[in-house]
């Protein structure tokens, strides 16, 4: 670079700015954003070249920390002098990162976040610079930013175009939904009710598992409700979810149609012929104690459908003399049934009755001992 001699003058290759737009230039402290959909970054950079312009505004009124490189190759003056930043207009507020520079190429560092004062700068390097902040917030909207080189003793000064500042801001809504990242509980996807339903931290719009029942939304057959993923019906969607969570109930069999006549069975001798009864389909029954629930439950099953759905089945406690029938329930559709509460101890069994038709066989099952715990 070449120094250029005159205040406020700019040569080829030796001064540049940044305008900053003055109509769009936003104003903003540190409380949220209130306007819907606009997008406030965590950090953006101002870069220099010659004649550059940004394509949105920069909110110098939000800067929190600001580092400035500054690459220097070929800088023709041997002086000593200072080096400046600019902003607003070339009257605005001046910052001096360094009263005393003899200027020598390669990469020079001036950072917010490194310390306060305004040091001598005996060539590249990465030095302090709380005053480049405080200029950078007090900025008016609109105008240059501008970083340059002023004689030490003379009026003259240059421009530098290879530069950059990196400013990190004190607040920001990367996804525009009006709350600061910091409060967001899903900062990169707008989600303005900000919804956990399983209160994990995680916003519902950024959670794999929303409900928080350890099956990801992807696989859950009941996306916002915790459930154990049952689907009885296995129709795609949960018994927790399902209006009709069951499958319904087998049609009645179909009636057998009637029989040709049949010859009597031959006599035995006697005069009266042999008498052949039906076979009664066989069930089974189980029976179990649930000891959380204080309940008993089981299944009546059989190869036949009508002869365990909707069975009607007794519990029984066994006692001396006589045994007690405590309650009668009937199973559901797939012959499961469960008994009310029961937590006196003794002895158990279920049974169920022959058919009336004769058609279904009856059944008992084993005896389940319930002990005191």
């Not at 500054?70 to 000593?80: A, D, I, N, T, V």
Request: aromatic share 6%; with cysteine; net charge neutral.
């Amino acid at each position: 670079m070449r120094f250029n001699g005159g205040v406020g003058r700019r040569a080829a290759a030796v001064v540049s700015g940044l305008v900053i737009a003055a109509a769009g230039l936003m104003v903003v402290g540190a409380a949220a954003p209130a306007a819907a959909g606009t997008v406030y970054p965590c950090s953006e950079t101002i870069m220099g070249g010659y004649d550059d312009r940004p394509d949105r505004p920069f909110h110098l009124a939000r800067v929190r920390s600001a580092v400035l490189t500054l690459e220097l190759r070929g800088f023709s003056h041997p002086r000593e002098g200072e080096l400046l930043v600019s902003t607003g207009s070339r009257t605005g507020p001046v910052a001096e990162l360094s009263p005393t520079i003899e200027p020598r190429d390669g990469t020079y560092v001036f950072s917010s976040d490194v310390g306060y004062g305004i040091p001598r700068v005996q060539g590249p390097g990465t030095y302090p610079s709380g005053e480049l902040l405080y200029v950078l917030q007090s900025s008016p909207s609109g105008g240059w930013v501008e970083v340059f080189f002023q004689e030490r003793f003379g009026s003259q000064r240059a421009g530098f175009s290879d530069w950059s500042i990196q400013l990190t801001y004190e607040s920001c809504d990367s996804d525009g939904d009006t709350l600061q990242d910091r409060d967001d509980n899903c900062p990169t996807v707008a989600n303005q009710g900000w919804a956990d339903l399983d209160n994990d931290g995680a916003g519902d719009a950024c959670d794999a598992d929303a409900d928080g029942d350890s099956t990801p939304d992807s696989s859950d057959n009941c996306r916002g409700l915790a459930n154990d993923q049952t689907d009885s019906d296995r129709d795609g969607v949960g018994d927790a979810c399902d209006s009709t969570p069951y499958p319904p109930a087998p049609p009645p069999p179909a009636p057998t149609p009637p029989s040709a006549p049949t010859a009597p069975p031959p006599s035995t001798g006697t005069g009266a012929g042999t008498v052949v009864a039906p076979v009664a389909a066989a069930r089974t029954l189980t029976l179990r104690y649930v000891r959380k629930k204080k309940v008993f439950k089981g299944t009546v099953g059989s190869l036949v459908g009508s002869c365990s759905a909707y069975a009607e089945v007794s519990l029984w406690a066994k006692k001396r003399g006589a045994d007690r029938q405590l309650v009668l329930n009937t199973a559901n559709h797939v012959g499961k049934f469960r008994s009310p509460r029961v937590s006196r101890r003794g002895r158990y069994y279920a049974r169920v009755v022959s058919s009336s038709d004769g058609a279904c066989a009856a059944v008992r099952s084993r005896t389940v001992r319930l002990r005191r715990r």
